[in-house]
């Protein structure tokens, strides 16, 4: 290695290095291992996973597909077959609908074909941390504008933001981690004006009182994202797609930048989710109900304050620090996404709707941190 490539090299590497990333805190595996007991002990509610997704059912149909299925073959007729498969579900044309290998690589794909360096994103803040991490490392501007204390969109705030340099806009509806859906009549007048490409990010839709889907036609520069990682419970196989126009869609379906970008198996296993819809309707219906059960619960604890939700997740905020609670709960094997302080709240925490007997210890254990 000659000195100028040598010098090159330690320099890229050390620009690699400073990157700013997704980082996962502690693991279930290494708390249990910490506390010296089984891994099934521990209560996981900080990753928004829905565990009321029947598992039996889903894994039976994961051992159709095993039998289905040539592992030794590239797929491809699968993606197409999953496009009409959506089409049906979200009664929009199927070209009208691109795939991806789970949200976060979709805004990655978009970020990627539009935004180049110097460009301006806007966004609000809190919200969703990977596309602020897509458009830094693409070497453009990420600009954000805080919510109202509402935990609503700050649609002056916003409007005033765009210029001839903003090329993107995301929204997060509902939004993580404040788990609240924004106005429509918002929305719709940030994306109307906006002069680039419009991701509203939908990826708790069906949770929600509402979506945009069946307007897609009226917003040629908007991009909806939606993922089986939810109201699905796919989150392993990592499974996303888009609504668009079709021009747009098809851009990004056919300009990806890698052959096959989801698996075959991956794409089978949404197909059969879709032809056996009651799973996910009974799993959402059901988690619906528990959500605002929780909420009620968590309320009724001196100290805490839960949030109105439109999400598989609440949003709380203690009166104790958060990192004298994120402990304490840790000792007693449950895990929650901390925050810290959001807008004018100084203790939050995002906490996934955990399947009853999960949510009765942690509120069982909130009352005796909290002194209740």
Known sequence: MNTSYQAWFKQKLAKLQN???????????ALATHLVVDQSKIIKLNFNENLFVDRAKQTTLMKQLAD?????????????????????????????????????????????LFIEPNDVAVSFTPSFAIPRLCVKRQGGEYITVPLRDDFQLDTDALLNTFSDKTCLLYLCSPNNPTSNQMKPQDIEKLTKAFPGIVILDEAYGEFANYSFVSRIQEFPNMIILRTFSKAFGLAMLRLGYVVANPELAGVLRDRAPLPYPVSGFTIRMGIKMLDNIDIEQTAVAALVAERENLIKQLNQIKGVEAFTSHADFVLINTKTPADEIYAKLLKRGIMLKKWGRLLQYENCFRVTVGLPEMNVKLIEALKQIQGD
Do not use: F, Q
């Open 68 to 112: 289905e299925i040539d592992l030794r073959l590239y797929p491809e007729d699968e993606e197409a077959k999953l496009r009409e498969k959506l089409s049906s579900y979200l009664c929009v044309p199927k070209d009208s609908i691109a795939v991806g290998n789970a949200g976060d690589e979709l805004i990655d794909r978009i970020i990627r």
């Open 19 to 29: 990157l700013d990333c997704y980082r996962v805190d502690v693991t279930p595996e």
